[in-house]
């Protein structure tokens, strides 16, 4: 498998606090996404960080990427209930053709 | 209005029945892909399409054809659909110039009895 075993899991938090998801890929890679899948819905692409990137930022959400340990996160900042998804990172394989989804990190929100 | 559809939404089909699902982009994307989602096993990767009249093999091609006539669409083919082939489908689409973010559709859930 392209991933590491704490992609495996799921977290339960309360509306309004911070949480980070972390992911481990074996392979390298030129980019690293995380995508967004809400129930019944097909997943969406949150943010995209490239290897020569450290860290990027899109609204309440931040993503680092460490390629020394071949290693992402993804953060979430002040999180609304609606925030409650499966949330995937996924790297890119082949140079473009082929994204490798790991199994995900189950995120529940309670108001 | 969405820009990746497919269909149908559900279907049930019986073990050595034919099944064919449809996926239509409006993306104007070259490459498309097929994906099933199994609990555990994230999304795994069927066959994939750089452009009309190409296919390509995934990761989990064995019990599965694709077709992919035109740029807009891209059909995924089970020829004797057996019960281990229940899952939820997905189709994407992707543009050959920004290819790493895919588009995906609602998805469809098939089960085979």
């Known amino acids: 498998s392209q991933w590491g075993e704490e992609n495996l899991q799921a977290l339960s938090i309360q509306e309004g606090e911070d949480v980070t998801m972390n992911c481990s890929y074996k392979?390298?890679?030129?980019?690293v996404q995380w995508y967004r899948q809400k129930s019944g819905k097909g997943p969406a692409q949150l943010i995209l960080i490239r290897s020569n990137e450290r860290e990027k930022r899109s609204g309440r959400l931040r993503a680092t990427l460490d390629t020394s340990s071949q290693s992402s996160s993804l953060s979430i900042t002040g999180t609304l209930a609606t925030d409650t998804a499966v949330y995937f990172c996924?790297?890119?394989?082949?140079?473009?053709?082929?994204?490798?989804f790991g199994s995900g990190t189950r995120l529940l929100v309670s108001p | 209005e969405a820009a990746v559809t497919q269909s149908p939404r559900n279907k049930v089909a019986v073990t050595g029945g034919k099944v064919t699902l449809s996926c239509n982009q409006t993306n104007n994307h070259n490459n498309m892909y097929w994906y099933r989602q199994d609990t555990g096993h994230g999304l795994r990767l069927i066959h994939y399409s750089y452009g009309a009249g190409s296919t390509e093999k995934g990761d989990i091609p064995d019990g599965y054809k694709a077709s992919r006539p035109s740029q807009e669409n891209f059909s995924l083919i089970l020829e004797l659909a057996t019960p281990s082939q229940t899952s939820v489908y997905f189709c994407?689409?992707?543009?050959?110039?920004?290819?790493?973010?895919?588009?995906f559709g609602p998805g469809t859930r098939l089960t085979v009895l």
């Open positions: 996924a790297t890119d394989e082949t140079g473009g053709y082929k994204v490798v």
């Open positions: 392979t390298y890679t030129t980019v």
């Open positions: 994407a689409s992707g543009d050959r110039c920004n290819y790493a973010e895919q588009f």
